[in-house]
């Protein structure tokens, strides 16, 4: 659990692989795309800060999370030179049990990829109770899990 107004996103940038030469993927689902948007940015700015050169990193935008397993995969396949691949989305309780699927679904699918073993495959989708926790997560006052599915990219080129 989230300690209250504790930023989660801080990282020493100086204890990561140099990451310079490398180049990542992002896939962006475009559903509640105030959250997904801030989502990018974290990663995007991010990689940007460890040397990550702007063309080298590819984004892919779908239109939902559970398109985000589709769209990684041909990332995967159409980019195999990546370090790897983010992938992005949102999805937000709701009244029937939608949200219990798409989030089974995307969390099996997004495991399978890795089980692939081509390239690691970062889980960063956001499954909340409502559209405040998400904000609070996607550059509010909980952090940016992007910035947190960046570091841990970077984090797992040396296993390439």
Same mark, same amino acid.
């Given at each position: 659990?989230?300690?209250?107004?504790?930023?989660?996103?801080?990282?020493?940038?100086?204890?990561?692989?140099?990451?310079?030469?490398?180049?990542?993927? =992002? *896939? !962006?689902?475009?559903?509640?795309? @105030? *959250?997904?948007?801030?989502?990018?940015?974290?990663?995007?700015?991010?990689? =940007?800060?460890?040397? *990550?050169?702007?063309?080298?990193?590819?984004?892919?935008?779908?239109?939902?999370?559970?398109?985000? +397993?589709?769209?990684?995969?041909? /990332?995967?396949?159409? @980019?195999?030179?990546? %370090?790897? =691949? =983010? %992938?992005?989305?949102?999805?937000?309780?709701?009244?029937?049990?939608?949200?219990?699927?798409?989030?089974?679904? !995307?969390? @099996?699918?997004?495991?399978?990829?890795?089980?692939?073993?081509? /390239?690691?495959?970062?889980?960063?989708?956001?499954?909340?109770?409502?559209?405040? @926790?998400?904000?609070?997560?996607?550059?509010? +006052?909980?952090?940016?899990?992007? !910035?947190?599915?960046? !570091?841990?990219? +970077?984090? /797992?080129?040396?296993?390439?």
């Amino acid at each position: 659990m989230a300690t209250e107004n504790k930023n989660l996103s801080e990282y020493d940038k100086t204890k990561l692989p140099n990451v310079a030469q490398s180049s990542f993927g =992002i *896939v !962006v689902s475009e559903w509640n795309e @105030q *959250v997904t948007g801030g989502l990018f940015k974290g990663a995007y700015d991010t990689l =940007i800060d460890n040397g *990550v050169l702007p063309e080298n990193i590819i984004k892919y935008d779908v239109p939902g999370s559970f398109e985000l +397993i589709y769209g990684s995969r041909k /990332m995967m396949e159409k @980019q195999p030179h990546l %370090a790897g =691949i =983010i %992938a992005i989305g949102c999805v937000i309780q709701g009244e029937t049990k939608h949200f219990d699927f798409v989030c089974e679904g !995307v969390t @099996q699918g997004i495991k399978d990829l890795n089980i692939m073993g081509k /390239m690691p495959v970062i889980f960063c989708v956001l499954t909340d109770n409502n559209l405040q @926790q998400s904000i609070d997560r996607s550059g509010g +006052i909980h952090g940016n899990k992007g !910035v947190e599915a960046a !570091v841990a990219a +970077i984090k /797992m080129t040396p296993f390439l």
